[in-house]
């Protein structure tokens, strides 16, 4: 079964940072996204890709070592975003 998310994920990645040469369902969900030969991606894809993801699930990434935690695959992005929008306990 899909996981929705990741699959937006994954298409908000590849149209976001241009990745022409990489469909969506061909990224694996836990596959390293920086640091990876496969993607090339650097700190300037990185803040793309945050100023993306803020705009389009209303959070803020704050720091860098967040947006390191935060993207460290699509797995992990998601369960970022998860975490974040659930919110903290009362």
Do not use: C, H, N, W
Not at 15 to 29: A, S
Not at 51 to 60: A, D, P, S
């Amino acid at each position: 079964m899909s996981d929705p998310l990741i699959s937006r994920l994954k298409i908000l990645i590849v149209e976001t940072l241009r990745l022409d040469d990489i469909r969506p369902e061909d990224i694996p969900d836990d596959e390293p996204l920086f640091g990876s030969t496969r993607f090339g991606l650097d700190s300037v894809d990185a803040l793309e890709l945050v100023v993306r993801l803020e705009r389009e699930f209303g959070l803020k990434i704050s720091s860098s070592e967040e947006s390191r935690q935060a993207l460290v695959s699509v797995a992990g992005l998601a369960a970022f975003i998860r975490a974040r929008q659930s919110g903290p306990a009362s």
